[in-house]
């Protein structure tokens, strides 16, 4: 194996004594050979389909046959679309109640989890973590278990509480699209609390205790310390998990393909049919950009609160 | 005598290099074909197809590669769509493939099917894979009759003799008296929501009765008063009775027969196998009968679910070599056995499908069932635009469940909106 001395020395005679190396190794110049060949596959894998979505955005094209364009008509045709609609209402509703609980609940496990009065802390984290780790179809057979309305696991423990026991979590269209934003929740609030955990540790010791010497109370050192302090990692627990909200996909479509009667829609599911079961490629272009549109507007409004 | 000597190696050496070009050339050039499938398809091509295959041609090999069915037909999609990367064969979900069907995309098998086997594949299958302007685009290999499986232990507790049970009538009126005298006691699942599952089981009764929703120009049948009354009748079947909610592969519903406390699940063959590797301890209780008939004079027919169609992209390099692979496969005992004992698929081919349903020596659970009770012929389903069908009829379906609507409305809705949304 070379050493390092030996790789520097290779450098330098390359670097020094050649025109070619200094050409190439151009103290200006030489880091955008090595980004290089990130940018190009970004630029082949990313900008160029996102580009090419766009203009297809304005056409009406099933992939095969020939593009006809359609300027806006897409776009037009979108906002009469009952299904789009209540999609779209369906994913901005569902982000918004899972954004908050999310962010709640992973800063009171932060907090419980980064405590030292918590025995066993490194059970706990691994236990919430958990879920993340398990895939998807296999998180949808147990919710599926959990939430059926005949002997489910809920209903069971709601009736041995000796409340109504008979519940159709997934299929009452007033209450399916909460039981998966409830699913969703329990996958992802063990992710999210790591962040917070390495927030939390990350504060110095000595600033919170300054805070107790000054006479502050707990909830002022959380108050007015703490939670300042971890406004980065909230605002990237927001923007990051609002993302994922707003791209809800797997687990209604895997659990009740988006029923009953559009209950559990989201514009990712809208999406997906059109594009590959109805081969609207234009159609379904053009409801991503709807659908970007509304996250950037999303994350904006987040960034704007966060620096007020 | 150097320079003789030199050209006469010369000429030799000339004469060696075009006699191996002449060999190599008349040697066939070896081929891989590559064919994307699921499930026991390929197992049967890798173990069994594949090498039967290479015996006929010697220098072709066949890999078979193993993905979901919808991955598969999106990225078969995007292949075909980009022109790079697609299979020198492969398999789609039958009932959606129909948007696949472009002659100047897939190989022409209207000579195999209309002329040299002419009659020996189910006919309304046939239809599934034929295009708009009436040619055979591909093979559909095998189907998925619906019978009615029972519970025989639970059955015979509560009395009761299928054999009796010949209508659709008979099979309600029987349910409602036993959900009134044992409410502990589920009729059988319904997918709910519908999703693509619940719009198929509506169809399997739909089929049964001999009925379209698209006429053969691809049009929606004006004023479907048939339809209309099978709406009616699905209606009445999943909402009087006690019935089990559930997905179409919902644990809670293989939980409720493991309890013993499902008696019937009208379904498809492909459901015997799924029965059998859940619950295993089933075997010799679980029975099924014929599906049961809309009247005692009406035709036997009944209803089917899915089956695959084999294509073979028509550009690809070796189309012609892969269109031989898939007739070998679609009429190959050794692979359509496989099949219907793999995932109980019924050959379509007509010759062969007869030949597996004399095997009665494999133990394989409710297959043999299914053999006793016979496979009914299957009237011609359209499959016009059939994903966006399918999300119509859910809808629409979910809506009368949950209330919203009568059968009759949603029948005119579902009509309705199949030819605004269409355009049929």
Not at chain 1, 69 to 74: A, E, K
Not at chain 2, 178 to 188: A, T
Request: charged residues 15%; hydrophobic residues 45%; glycine residues 6%.
């Amino acid at each position: 194996m070379p050493s390092i001395e030996g790789i520097q020395y290779t450098y330098q005679i390359i670097y020094h004594k050649t025109k070619v190396g200094e050409k190439l190794f151009d103290k200006k110049k030489s880091p955008y050979f090595f980004i290089a060949p990130f940018f190009i596959m970004f630029v082949v894998f990313w900008i160029w389909p996102i580009a090419q979505s766009f203009i297809w955005s304005f056409s009406k094209w099933d992939g095969i046959s020939e593009k006809k364009f359609v300027g806006f008509g897409n776009y037009i045709s979108l906002f009469n679309d009952n299904d789009f609609l209540i999609s779209l209402k369906n994913v901005i509703l569902a982000a918004i109640v899972y954004v908050v609980i999310l962010l709640a609940i992973a800063l009171l496990l932060g907090f419980l989890l980064n405590s030292a009065m918590l025995k066993g802390r490194a059970f706990f984290r691994t236990s919430f973590f958990i879920p993340v780790t398990v895939s998807l179809p296999v998180v949808s057979l147990i919710f599926c278990i959990i939430y059926a309305p005949h002997n489910g696991v809920l209903n069971n423990i709601l009736s041995f509480l000796g409340m109504p026991g008979s519940i159709k979590w997934l299929t009452n269209p007033k209450i399916a699209l909460w039981s998966i934003v409830g699913l969703r929740l329990w996958r992802a609030v063990g992710y999210y609390t790591i962040f917070v955990i390495a927030g939390l540790q990350a504060i110095p010791k000595s600033t919170i205790e300054a805070g107790h010497i000054d006479g502050a109370n707990t909830w002022q050192v959380v108050r007015y310390i703490v939670l300042p302090q971890l406004k980065p990692i909230i605002v990237y627990v927001i923007i990051a998990s609002s993302i994922w909200a707003f791209q809800l996909f797997e687990e209604p479509w895997i659990l009740n393909q988006g029923g009953p009667v559009n209950a559990t829609s989201t514009v990712a599911i809208f999406i997906y049919r059109n594009a590959f079961q109805f081969f609207k490629l234009g159609y379904a272009s053009a409801s991503a950009y709807v659908l970007t549109m509304v996250i950037m507007i999303f994350a904006i409004i987040n960034f704007r609160i966060m620096k007020d | 005598m150097k320079k003789y000597v030199c050209i006469l190696l010369m000429v030799t050496l000339v004469f060696s290099i075009l006699a191996i070009q002449s060999v190599g050339a008349a040697t066939e050039k070896n081929i891989k074909l590559t064919f994307w499938g699921w499930g026991p398809h390929v197992d049967a091509i890798n173990n069994t197809v594949g090498p039967a295959f290479q015996k006929v041609h010697p220098n072709v090999t066949v890999e078979a590669i193993s993905m979901g069915p919808w991955d598969l037909m999106d990225k078969f999609y995007v292949s075909m769509v980009s022109g790079e990367g697609a299979p020198d064969a492969c398999q789609l979900v039958r009932r959606v493939s129909a948007k696949y069907l472009i002659s100047e995309l897939l190989y022409d098998f209207t000579d195999f099917i209309t002329v040299e086997h002419k009659g020996e594949f189910v006919d309304a299958l046939n239809k599934d894979v034929t295009s708009i302007d009436g040619k055979v685009l591909g093979i559909a290999s095998d189907y998925g009759p619906a019978v009615v499986y029972y519970d025989k232990k639970l059955a015979d507790d509560l009395g009761i003799d299928v054999s009796n049970i010949v209508t659709w009538d008979d099979y309600y009126n029987l349910a409602m008296e036993i959900s009134k005298s044992n409410p502990d006691v589920y009729i059988h699942p319904f997918f709910y929501p519908s999703g693509s599952w619940g719009s198929n089981q509506w169809k399997l009764w739909a089929q049964s009765a001999g009925l379209n929703i698209f006429d053969d120009e691809g049009m929606v049948i004006r004023d479907n008063e048939g339809l209309r009354e099978v709406t009616r009748f699905y209606y009445k079947l999943h909402k009087g009775p006690n019935v089990i909610e559930g997905v179409v592969n919902d644990p809670i519903i293989y939980d409720t027969l493991r309890q013993r406390k499902l008696l019937f699940w009208p379904s498809n063959s492909y459901r015997s196998m799924e029965i059998a590797q859940q619950l295993p301890e089933m075997e010799g209780e679980t029975y099924a009968f014929p599906w049961p008939l809309w009247s005692e004079d009406a035709p036997a027919y009944t209803g089917n679910w899915g089956g695959v169609a084999l294509v073979v992209p028509k550009k690809g390099p070796n189309a012609e070599m892969a269109a031989e692979f898939v007739k070998f496969y679609s009429t190959n005992i050794e692979a359509l056995t496989g099949l219907w004992f793999g995932v109980a698929g019924v050959p379509a081919y007509g010759p062969v499908r007869e030949e597996i349903m004399q095997i009665t020596d494999r133990e394989t659970f409710t297959i043999n069932l299914i053999q006793s009770v016979g496979v009914r012929d299957v009237p011609t389903w359209n499959y016009t635009d059939w994903a966006q069908t399918e999300k119509i009829l859910g809808d629409n379906l979910d809506s009368m469940f949950t209330g919203d609507m009568t059968p009759d409305e949603t029948w005119d809705t579902i009509e309705a909106q199949l030819i605004k949304i269409l355009g049929r």
